[in-house]
């Protein structure tokens, strides 16, 4: 190999080095946001936990029963977040989503 | 527009009698009436000699009677709400959803969703074409509440379909497909969004609609009736007036019976204390239930001075 082919590879695995590096910090970045995406999810997840539950809390939901059409949300939702918290199935013997 | 009347109170108190004789001195009066019973219980076919149904039926001049029936009501409002879900819902996901809706229609606050969805649709749409609407009920406690915070219903159903709407949106897009599809569900509850922001309107307007409470002159529904007032008006509804019904007339047969008149005094003197600042209206108990129209005389001309409707300012 020449010496000029020698300064190619090498350059060319320095550009790959800086590459992966930015690559890597790109993920860490995205890391972190995808963190505080995540936890303003599971915020919205326990609010959406607290409105749907509310009721055996004791605080009234007076809305519930005028939007019996969102059944299939609720369920819909409802069985993500017991799936997400570790339960296999729905914990709830009135509430039937698997 | 019409002018509506609640008379609420537990059950018993005689809310049904004192609406239809209401009712009736308000047709009298040349009032275009219609009167709204959802008392299971009621005698109005008895009353009237024609028995009422869902729709309006013509029982005097000027006064047309209204019946609704919880438990048809709330069939009605239930399948209402099925067939809006179904061409969202699929095989076994409708399955599970059906299943929910029909445990759904024990539940305490279902039959008070469906009786005030009628009530909305009758304040809507049959209201127009009278001068007066007198409902045999008031609205219920979560209704109440709901009136007073509507922002409630945005934020629970905001919340609710937000995923949804990512979800859909995220499909559309991987199909290409730029169309927006009606989400019938979506629609459904933005109507009746629609529907109660208007009947919250009205109901709140105190020339136009006012709870009149009736009770009776003992213990527990005189301690109700003043709280029962409390929520309403928290709410932004106005009570007009209350109603002591069956008070023991002062010619009684017995000691015995003078005896319980005694032991109303104090509750009749409490409940006129509490609404000094509104009308109070007394009735004797009768000698028997009415059974008809010349027995709702007295009730008649007890109530016919009511017109708690506040002009507007």
Known sequence: MSRADDERTASAGWRTRVKRLIEGYDSVLSLQHRREIIRELQDEEDLFMLLCFCDMMGIPNPVGDMTLELYPYMLDRFHEWHQRQGMPRSPLDGFRCC | ?313
């Open chain 2, 1 to 313: 527009m019409a002018k509506s009347l609640f008379f609420g109170g537990k059950g018993g108190v005689g809310k049904t009698s004192c609406a239809t004789a209401y009712a009736l001195s308000c047709a009298n009066a040349g009032w275009n009436t219609l009167l709204v019973s959802t008392d299971p219980a009621h005698n109005l076919a008895d009353l009237f000699g024609r028995q009422p149904g869902p729709t309006p039926t013509r029982m005097r001049p000027g006064l047309d009677v209204i019946e609704l029936d919880p438990d048809h009501e709330t069939k009605r409002y239930l399948d209402q709400v099925k067939d809006t879900i179904k061409p969202m819902v699929s095989g076994e996901r409708s399955a599970a959803v059906f299943r929910q809706l029909d445990l759904a229609r024990h539940a305490p606050g279902t039959e008070e969703a469906a009786l005030f969805d009628a009530l909305v649709g009758l304040l809507l749409d049959t209201g127009p074409h009278y001068d007066r609407l007198i409902f045999d009920t008031a609205p219920g406690g979560h209704t109440v509440r709901l009136l007073a915070l509507p922002e409630i219903m945005g934020v629970w159903v905001d919340g609710l379909m937000q995923r949804r709407h990512k979800v859909r949106s995220d499909y559309k897009a991987w199909l290409g497909d730029g169309e927006v599809v009606d989400d019938p569900i979506q629609e459904a509850l933005m109507r009746r969004r629609g529907r109660l922001a208007a009947a919250r309107e009205h109901l709140t307007c105190p020339a136009h609609s006012a709870m009149i409470l009736v009770a009776n002159p003992e213990r527990l529904p005189a301690l109700e009736t003043a709280r029962t007032r409390d929520l309403l008006e928290a709410n932004g509804l106005h009570v007009g007036a209350v109603v002591i019904n069956k008070c023991l007339p002062t010619t009684v047969d017995s000691q015995w019976l003078a005896n319980w008149r005694e032991e109303q005094r104090p509750w009749i003197e409490q409940l006129e204390t509490s609404f000094a600042d509104r009308t109070c209206i007394r009735i004797e108990h009768q000698p028997h239930a009415p059974a008809s129209i010349d027995d709702l005389r007295p009730l008649s001309d007890a109530l016919g001075v009511l017109s708690p409707w506040q002009a507007h300012a």
